[in-house]
């Protein structure tokens, strides 16, 4: 059984999503119908409206999945009239340069995919968007904890109480291979108004009223 495997078909854990056909099931931590990709990027935009270039940052080996990710986010950047792109980086050097050559100009913006590599670099991630006035949006909530400006992405606590119930099943006799894998279906946002105010920016009031939590 696992909780949170980004990619369980394509690393050879199950024969499908719908059918998984062995003995493993369980949880992906991404939902390949979703455009969470180019939610990020709204959510860029509708927090910081001065933004005009936008860049997703990964690091390819640790994200073979961010083709679900990316398609969604560049259709956005088109619909909004926005320059986005996706800037691979592997390592700290390359975060420092790809956070440098956003600000270079005014009207930078920054999101981050999940992915380990961003996981483990998160707080030189989080200390450049400060250091440079980038508006960031995150993946996960602990980005805001430790000062992001905004975090939106799955509820991984979530996908672990679910995944308790896979558990009661197949210690009843359910086969794992007749129990689908499945996808996030609830999702957080944090946003830290502390760090909002060291930018410079106002918060929308609608913005705010959707957030599960703020940080003050």
């Not at 800037?87 to 790809?98: F, K």
């Not at 707080?123 to 992001?148: K, M, T």
């Not at 946003?191 to 009031?205: Q, R, S, Y």
């Amino acid at each position: 059984m696992f909780a949170q495997v980004s990619d369980p078909v394509g690393s050879g854990f199950v024969a499908s999503l719908a059918r998984p056909g062995g003995n493993v099931t369980g949880f992906t931590n991404i939902n390949i119908e979703s455009s969470i990709g180019g939610k990020w990027l709204e959510l860029v935009k509708e927090i910081a409206p001065t933004v005009r270039r936008i860049a997703i940052i990964y690091n390819p080996p640790t994200a073979p999945f961010a083709a679900y990710y990316l398609r969604p986010f560049e259709a956005a950047g088109t619909a909004y009239g926005l320059q986005a792109s996706a800037v691979a980086v592997h390592s700290d050097l390359d975060i420092e340069n790809a956070f440098a050559a956003l600000a270079r100009e005014p009207g930078g913006g920054v999101v981050v995919l999940p992915d380990t590599f961003t996981g483990v670099h998160r707080e030189q991630i989080v200390s450049l968007a400060a250091r440079y006035r980038l508006p960031a949006v995150y993946p996960f909530r602990w980005f805001a904890e430790i000062g992001g400006l905004l975090s939106y992405g799955i509820d991984s606590d979530d996908m672990f109480r679910r995944a308790g119930s896979y558990v009661d099943r197949v210690l009843k006799g359910a086969k794992p291979a007749d129990l689908p894998v499945q996808a996030p279906t609830k999702y957080e946002m944090l946003i830290n108004l502390k760090t909002a105010k060291a930018l410079g920016l106002d918060v929308p009031p609608t913005l705010l009223a959707t957030a599960d939590e703020v940080i003050e």
